[in-house]
């Protein structure tokens, strides 16, 4: 008598949906659960800042951005065309080089192929929704003529604020331990920030006035990240407020400005790692934040501070969690 042939199930309309997923279940960081976990801690502290990763790549180009990029903070006393407009073509630069160089490797010349990706579509979409019928087009004109302009305008403001003497400034010679510390916090704030501002802008009023626009990208690329309305690049940039009360230096600022804009970049890449010869390079897109533009109403935040988990809205990639998921919306619309 022959064997029966093992029962294969039939995939999920989830698991349908997507070309590549994560093996594992979405974590969020260990930071804040009880009780705390030191190993765990040390891990995700290692993986995220021990590692050639964007955030040791954003510090290193804060620091070069200070020293060799940057005008010294004495010349900024005063709001003039010449030093803004310098630091606005250097941040136009930067973005087109990395949304640029990620679309054109990973969706143009698909330097990897379809290896974790994680939406099966291409980035072809076109309709009346985008600016210029094209959502690549859409998507550039946003991020350039929206997003630099108030990345520029940020980074003028607390310069010349610092200048002049409105904001605490820090330095490295009196406070090394805090001026290290400190880009480990940033991102903990940029994060906590970030969930808040998100929900209020998912407020239908809000929503329908900018955050639209952003969430016209269901199926994401590089240059979809930093491409939104004015409105929302003035509340999601304005987290960097927060050093008119915590004193930084310059380059905590830079730092600060340029990991909201160009990880916005990375994070929406629409691949989980960069690949080079099969060998997983740099981490890049996350799944958790590519479900939020697929299903809109979850995984508002972050994976550093897990305001999703609180709150019940946080969907950690898996068959079982999509379907608490469903029956959560089916309860909203009743």
Known sequence: MSEKTPKVSKPTRFEQQWQYRPAEPIRTSPLFELP????????????????FGENVIVVGLAVLTWFYLQPPLEQTQQLEFGWIAKMYVRNFVLICLVAGGLHYLLHVRKSQGEKLKFDPRELKDKGKKYSFNNQLRDNIFWTLASGVFFWTAYEALMLWSMANGYVPKLLWSEHPIWFVLLFFLSNLWISFHFYWIHRFLHWPPMYKLAHALHHRNTNIG??????????????????????????????????????????????????????????????????????????????????EVPWDKLFGSFHDGTNGSHEEFLSQRRKRLV
């Open 222 to 303: 590089p240059w979809s990240g930093f491409s939104m309305h004015p409105i929302e690049h003035l509340l999601f940039l304005s987290s960097v407020l927060i050093h008119w009360i915590v004193a930084a230096h310059p380059i905590h600022i830079i730092y600060h400005l340029q990991h909201q804009a160009l990880t916005a970049a990375t994070s929406h890449a629409g691949f989980e790692n960069f690949l080079i010869k099969d060998k997983q390079r740099l981490a890049l897109g996350n799944f958790h934040h590519q479900m939020h533009h697929r299903y809109f109403d979850c995984n508002y935040g972050n994976l």
């Open 36 to 51: 705390l976990n030191i190993k765990s801690i040390v891990l995700w502290i290692a993986n995220r800042w021990f590692v």
